[in-house]
């Protein structure tokens, strides 16, 4: 077998695996900042529910004249 063959195949391997890693990452922080996104849309649905709870009457009716 040729070494110098078989070295360029192994350096080919590597950086295909970094590319690999690189990409994954990228994807993961990705899916992480959708998920606090989430997070923080469900934390401030739960504060306006717990508003309307204390506060039934407030947005109940629309006064509308023509």
């Known amino acids: 077998m040729d070494i110098g063959l078989m070295s360029m195949a192994l350096s080919q391997g590597q950086v295909k695996q970094q590319a690999s890693l690189s990409v994954m990452k990228k994807a993961m922080g990705s ?5 606090d996104f989430l997070n923080k849309m469900v934390d401030e649905s739960q504060v306006s ?6 506060q ?7 006064d509308v004249k023509l």
Request: glycine share 6%; no cysteine; hydrophobic share 35%.
């Open 49 to 54: 529910k717990m508003e309307q709870a204390t």
């Open 56 to 62: 039934p009457h407030l947005g109940s009716s629309i």
């Open 31 to 35: 899916a992480e900042q959708n998920a």
